[in-house]
């Protein structure tokens, strides 16, 4: 992969417990980490969820390797930001896994 491919701008967060003024606690969404990306769109489709359809908009997503992004888990989100300037949220649906020599990692996520 060329670094040119990296063309996306990709912020990765993860549900946290965060302590309210009142002393309870929210979940939510605390940003880990922002690194660019390579982004490889999979054919769409439509799936029936409660009796309505919703769109699903698989894609390939590859970063660089480092230390922080070896803690990405399939628990987390990633917001995807092109050069554009449009932003879209995505779910992780798999792990990442190492690829060209353990140089990249890749995932399958989901809008």
Do not use: C
Not at 33 to 56: D, I, N, P, T, Y
Not at 68 to 81: D, G, N
């Amino acid at each position: 992969m060329q670094t040119g491919n990296l063309d996306s701008r990709a912020t990765f967060s993860r549900r946290e417990h965060v302590e309210t003024d009142m002393g309870g606690t929210l979940d939510q969404w605390v940003t880990q980490f922002v690194v660019w990306a390579a982004v490889k769109h999979l054919r769409g489709g439509e799936a029936v969820m409660q009796a309505r359809l919703a769109s699903r908009n698989p894609v390939i997503l590859t970063i660089r390797n480092s230390t922080q992004a070896r803690r990405i888990t399939s628990e987390w989100q990633v917001e995807l930001r092109d050069r554009t300037g449009i932003r879209k949220v995505y779910e992780l649906r798999e792990d990442p896994r190492p690829i060209e020599r353990g140089a990249y990692l890749e995932m399958l996520v989901e809008g």
